[in-house]
């Protein structure tokens, strides 16, 4: 091997709560399936919520390049918000509940597979958007979907079936809300929504397409307004998110944009990257073009 070769620091950070399956085995996986060669390794398990994030400002500072979040679409975020607009590249072994933005970028769920992946370590740019100088890099949005995500995090059980029980359970109370949006400085307009989702990647997570023809590379934001519904209507737009069509759907209003300002009647809970939060009246959302390196097939 050449001497003058010298091997890439890589940082795998595991949140051990992500996700609902057994995550013991990981740190053993990683150091035996990384490639030695090229890598010199090092395994992190986060003890609490932003963690992830302060460890990254740390050893990008100790010339670590290469971070891998171990965990789903939280995890990622608290990584990703550490590198963006540095030469930082970010790998993905997707265990979480959705994996939204790793199912988008077509890195494969299995760890093994995903490590295989990293060992090539082939990257590329790609968007994030921010909301409220927060960012996110697979979707955020305001409305029904971001109650779930709120009531979601507050119940003990994880996974796609505590998901849809909540969903069901929320939805005879929930109330829509009128908006005021201006869209890349154009004339603003009036909607109420059911729920409004500003996706950077196409998919919250588990393959439910909000924004079927989302690129995370064109510089834009995919705004998706979901119209008030009657209860029979749930089945079809389920259905027509796993399908892939849900843009197709007369209750759905679409469109693309750089930069959105948001007005609602009151302030109250969104969400980012599946993690709910409180903020005000006034939502600025903006798109920052390829500002992340990831490590893609």
């Not at 010339?63 to 939280?74: H, I, L, P, S, T």
């Not at 969903?167 to 809300?177: G, L, N, R, S, V």
């Not at 998110?241 to 302030?267: G, H, P, T, V």
């Given at each position: 091997?050449?001497?003058?070769?010298?091997?890439?620091?890589?940082?795998?950070?595991?949140?051990?709560?992500?996700?609902?399956k057994?995550?013991?085995?990981?740190?053993?996986?990683?150091?035996?399936?990384?490639?030695?060669?090229?890598?010199?390794?090092?395994?992190?398990i986060?003890?609490?919520?932003?963690?992830?994030?302060?460890?990254?400002?740390?050893?990008?500072?100790?010339?670590?390049?290469?971070?891998?979040?171990?965990?789903?679409?939280?995890?990622?975020?608290e990584?990703?918000?550490?590198?963006?607009?540095?030469?930082?590249?970010?790998?993905i072994?997707?265990?979480?509940?959705?994996?939204?933005?790793?199912?988008?970028?077509?890195?494969?769920?299995?760890?093994?597979?995903?490590?295989?992946?990293?060992?090539?370590?082939?990257?590329?740019?790609?968007?994030?958007?921010?909301?409220?100088?927060?960012?996110?890099?697979?979707?955020?949005?305001?409305?029904?979907?971001?109650?779930?995500?709120e009531?979601?995090?507050?119940?003990?059980?994880?996974?796609?079936?505590?998901?849809?029980?909540?969903?069901?359970?929320?939805?005879?109370?929930?109330?829509?809300?009128?908006?005021?949006?201006?869209?890349?400085?154009?004339?603003?307009?009036?909607?109420?929504?059911?729920?409004?989702?500003?996706a950077?990647?196409?998919?919250?997570g588990?393959?439910?397409?909000?924004?079927?023809?989302?690129?995370?590379?064109?510089?834009?934001l995919?705004?998706?307004?979901?119209?008030?519904?009657?209860?029979?209507?749930?089945?079809?737009i389920?259905?027509?998110?796993f399908?892939?069509?849900?843009?197709k759907?007369?209750?759905?209003?679409?469109?693309?944009?750089?930069?959105?300002?948001?007005?609602?009647?009151?302030?109250?809970?969104?969400?980012?990257?599946?993690e709910?939060?409180?903020?005000?009246?006034?939502?600025?959302?903006?798109?920052?073009?390829?500002?992340?390196?990831?490590?893609?097939?």
């Amino acid at each position: 091997m050449n001497q003058l070769f010298v091997k890439k620091k890589i940082l795998f950070i595991i949140n051990p709560i992500s996700g609902t399956k057994y995550k013991g085995h990981l740190p053993e996986l990683i150091k035996d399936t990384t490639d030695s060669a090229i890598f010199e390794k090092e395994v992190i398990i986060t003890k609490y919520k932003g963690e992830a994030t302060e460890i990254v400002s740390q050893k990008l500072a100790d010339n670590y390049r290469y971070f891998v979040a171990v965990g789903g679409d939280g995890t990622v975020n608290e990584i990703a918000k550490a590198l963006i607009n540095t030469d930082g590249i970010m790998g993905i072994i997707p265990v979480g509940s959705g994996n939204g933005l790793a199912r988008h970028l077509q890195i494969p769920l299995p760890p093994e597979k995903a490590i295989q992946l990293i060992n090539k370590h082939k990257h590329r740019s790609i968007d994030y958007g921010v909301i409220n100088n927060i960012p996110f890099f697979c979707t955020c949005g305001v409305g029904f979907d971001a109650l779930i995500g709120e009531k979601f995090s507050q119940s003990k059980g994880r996974g796609l079936s505590n998901y849809v029980r909540t969903t069901i359970q929320e939805y005879f109370d929930f109330k829509p809300e009128m908006y005021r949006l201006t869209i890349d400085n154009k004339p603003e307009f009036i909607h109420q929504a059911f729920l409004i989702t500003f996706a950077n990647a196409s998919q919250y997570g588990n393959n439910a397409y909000i924004a079927p023809k989302a690129d995370i590379y064109d510089g834009k934001l995919d705004i998706c307004i979901l119209s008030p519904f009657k209860l029979y209507k749930a089945p079809v737009i389920a259905i027509r998110l796993f399908l892939k069509n849900i843009d197709k759907s007369s209750l759905m209003y679409c469109a693309r944009a750089s930069n959105i300002i948001l007005d609602r009647e009151s302030e109250g809970v969104i969400h980012y990257d599946g993690e709910p939060c409180r903020m005000g009246k006034r939502l600025e959302i903006s798109l920052i073009n390829k500002g992340l390196n990831v490590i893609i097939p």
